[in-house]
C-alpha cells in the first residue's frame, strides 16, 4: 500500500497559471506592503518582506511544480524562523498565511514521493515556528489542523477527480468494445456472405474452365482467412466474448420506439426516407442513442408528456435530435447505462458530434449528428 501511494505518479494535464493566480499574488504581495508600512516596528522590514514575497511568488508554481513550491515557501519560512530563534527579533506579515495553499497543491498535484516529502518539511516547519513563537497547546493542534485539513482536501479532491475520469475511460472502453462487437457483426455477416457466393459460383462454374475455377477458390480461401483473423482481432477487443454474427438493430428499428400517450410517456418518431444508405455502424449508433435519450426522458424528465425524435439526412450527414417537453433541467440527468458520456464517446468514434442540454423554452434535447458513411482511418 505505502509503496503504491509512493510510486504514484502526477495527476496528467495541471491547469494553466490563469489571471487568477496572479491576482492571488498580487494580493498577497501589496497586503504584505501595506501591513508592513502600518507597522509600528519596522526593524528586519526588508527580511520580513523578502519572506512574504517568497511565500507568493511560490503560489504560482503550486501546480506544475508542487514539491518545489513547497520546498523554497516553506524552507524560506523555516530560515527565518530559525533565525528568529537565534538573533532575529521581528514577526513576520499576515500575508504568509498563502502557505495554507500549498500542502493542498501538493496533494492535489503531486507524486506520491513528492507529496511525502513534501508534506515531511512541513512537518518539520511546524514545531519550529511554535518555538520561535511560543504557543498554547490548543494553539499547536489547531495549526495542525489547518496545514493537515488543507492536505486532507487536496488528496480528496485528486481521489474524486481520479475516480471521475477512471469511469470515463471505463464508458470508451465499453463503448469501444461494443462498437467492434458491432462491426463485427456487420463484417462478419456479410463476409460470411461472400465466402457462401463463392462456394456456389465454384459449384456452378462447369461453363468456366480452370481460370473461374481458380478465382472463385482465391475468393473463398480469402474470404475465410479474412473472417477468421476479424473474429480473433475483435474477440481480443470484445474480452473474449462468443462472436455472434446475428444482425443488429438499426435506423429501421428507431419507428419501433414510438408510442401513444397515456400513462406513458408518448413517443412520436420521424424518420426521412433517405437516412436508410447509412452504414450498419452509423444506423446502429443511431439507434443506440435514440432509445438512451428515450429512456432518459422517461425517468428523468419531470412533468414530460411527449418525446419527438427527428431522423434527417443533408450533405452527407445524418442527424438525430431527440426532445421532451418536460421542465427545463439545470443539470444532465444520471441516467443508466452509459449515459450521455457513453452517447458521446458512440458519435466521436464514428466521427460524429454530441450534445445534450436543456433548450431555452423548455425541455431536454440530444443532437448527434454523425457522417453517412464511416471512413477507414
Not at 3 to 15: I, K, T, V
Not at 186 to 196: D, F, L, N
Not at 220 to 243: F, I, P
Not at 361 to 369: I, K, L, P, Q
Request: with cysteine.
Amino acid at each position: 500500500m505505502l509503496a503504491a501511494l509512493w510510486a504514484e505518479s502526477r495527476p496528467a494535464d495541471p491547469p494553466a497559471r490563469v489571471w487568477r493566480d496572479w491576482a492571488l499574488v498580487a494580493v498577497l504581495v501589496a497586503s504584505s506592503f501595506v501591513e508592513m508600512l502600518l507597522r509600528e516596528d519596522k526593524a528586519w522590514a526588508p527580511l520580513v518582506v523578502s519572506v512574504s514575497l517568497v511565500v507568493a511568488a511560490c503560489l504560482l508554481w503550486r501546480r506544475t511544480s508542487p514539491l518545489a513550491a513547497v520546498a523554497v515557501a516553506f524552507g524560506a519560512l523555516l530560515a527565518f524562523d530559525i533565525a528568529r530563534i537565534v538573533a532575529v527579533d521581528a514577526t513576520g506579515l499576515q500575508s504568509i498565511a498563502g502557505v495554507l495553499v500549498l500542502p493542498y497543491a501538493l496533494l492535489r498535484w503531486g507524486a506520491g514521493r513528492e507529496a511525502a516529502l513534501g508534506l515531511g518539511i512541513i512537518l518539520v516547519w511546524l514545531p519550529v515556528t511554535f518555538i520561535a513563537t511560543p504557543a498554547s497547546p490548543a494553539e499547536w493542534v489547531a495549526g495542525y489542523g489547518f496545514f493537515l485539513f488543507s492536505a486532507a482536501l487536496g488528496a480528496a479532491v485528486r481521489y474524486s477527480t481520479s475516480s471521475r475520469v477512471r469511469e470515463i475511460e471505463q464508458v470508451r472502453l465499453r463503448q469501444r468494445n461494443e462498437l467492434a462487437r458491432e462491426l463485427h457483426d456487420t463484417v462478419g455477416h456479410r463476409v460470411s456472405a461472400i465466402a457462401v457466393q463463392a462456394q456456389a459460383g465454384r459449384a456452378l462454374s462447369a461453363a468456366d474452365p480452370e481460370r473461374a475455377l481458380a478465382t472463385l477458390i482465391t475468393i473463398e480461401e480469402e474470404a475465410s482467412r479474412t473472417l477468421k483473423e476479424l473474429r480473433a482481432l475483435v474477440g481480443v477487443l470484445r474480452d473474449g466474448t462468443d462472436a455472434d454474427v446475428a444482425p443488429r438493430r438499426g435506423v429501421a428499428d428507431i419507428e419501433r420506439l414510438a408510442r401513444p400517450g397515456g400513462e406513458v410517456l408518448g413517443v412520436r418518431v420521424q424518420v426521412s426516407n433517405d437516412v436508410e444508405a447509412v452504414d450498419s455502424a452509423v444506423s446502429t449508433a443511431l439507434y443506440l442513442i435514440a432509445a438512451e435519450a428515450v429512456t432518459n426522458a422517461t425517468r428523468h424528465a419531470s412533468g414530460a408528456t411527449h418525446v419527438t425524435i427527428d431522423v434527417t439526412a443533408s450533405r452527407g450527414q445524418v442527424r438525430l435530435r431527440v426532445h421532451d417537453d418536460g421542465e427545463a433541467r439545470r443539470a444532465s440527468p444520471t441516467p443508466a447505462g452509459y449515459g450521455l458520456r457513453g452517447m458521446a464517446e458512440r458519435a466521436s468514434l464514428l466521427g460524429g458530434t454530441f450534445q445534450a442540454g436543456p433548450e431555452p423554452d423548455g425541455g431536454w434535447s440530444v443532437d448527434a449528428s454523425l457522417p453517412l458513411t464511416v471512413r477507414a482511418s
